[in-house]
T-cell receptor, first 109, second 113 residues
């Protein structure tokens, strides 16, 4: 079964501190992994996906197939990074995304 | 470019009432989805559609119905509203030139009292 696990509901850090949002998945084939971000009362936006191996707003994420993880990292958190972050998996022919329960990142000044 | 548009943004329903959440996209996407977002539960897929005339159940379809008569529109209907359906609903779409990137609407806040 497809599943995405985000173990932390809330992650609170100080501005300038490193950030790591954890995401683990279970999927029998080769999944596509994504990170979506939702700022307060706004729609979800794609942050990054593992295929493109890009860095967006200083965030990076590496797919580790051995550990079935796709953790999101940023070396120095900014206050504007405060938001809800969702890890998502896409697999199969239907294109649908399976989301984790989300992690609320709170960056303190 | 409007993207994915949902209406209404806010609605209060009484138990047992029915209503339809409208969703339309102008990107000629084949795939469309309805999710509900509950605190601490993330997003759960209600229904999805891979093209006009084709719909299928997601993780939490009970209490909802959908139709896809055109590529652009994917309305979600609640027939007998229940308090458990109090949630934020997001419509999304992808396909065509957007590839695998899924675009979301702004959300519809629904309260059932």
């Amino acid at each position: 079964a497809q599943r995405v696990t985000q173990p932390e509901k809330l992650l609170s850090v100080f501005k300038g501190a490193p950030v790591e949002l954890k995401c683990n998945y279970s999927y029998s084939g080769s999944p596509e992994l994504f990170w979506y971000v939702q700022y307060s009362r706004q729609r979800l936006q794609l942050l990054l996906r593992h295929i493109s191996r890009e860095s967006i707003k200083g965030f990076t994420a590496d797919l580790n197939k051995g550990e079935t993880s796709f953790h999101l990292k940023k070396p120095f958190a900014q206050e504007e990074d405060s938001a809800m972050y969702y890890c998502a998996l896409r697999g199969g022919a239907t294109n649908k995304l399976i989301f984790g329960t989300g992690t609320l990142l709170a960056v303190q000044p | 470019n409007a993207g994915v548009t949902q209406t209404p943004k806010f609605r209060i329903l009484k138990i047992g009432q029915s209503m339809t959440l409208q969703c339309t996209q102008d990107m000629n996407h084949n795939y469309m989805y309805w999710y509900r977002q509950d605190p601490g539960m993330g997003l759960k897929l209600i229904y999805y559609s891979v093209g006009a005339g084709i719909t299928d159940k997601g993780e939490v379809p009970n209490g909802y119905n959908v139709s896809r008569s055109t590529t652009e529109d994917f309305p979600l209907r609640l027939e007998l509203a229940a308090p458990s359906q109090t949630s934020v609903y997001f419509c999304a779409s992808n396909g065509g030139s957007s590839g695998n990137t899924i675009y979301f609407g702004e959300g519809s806040w629904l309260t059932v009292v």
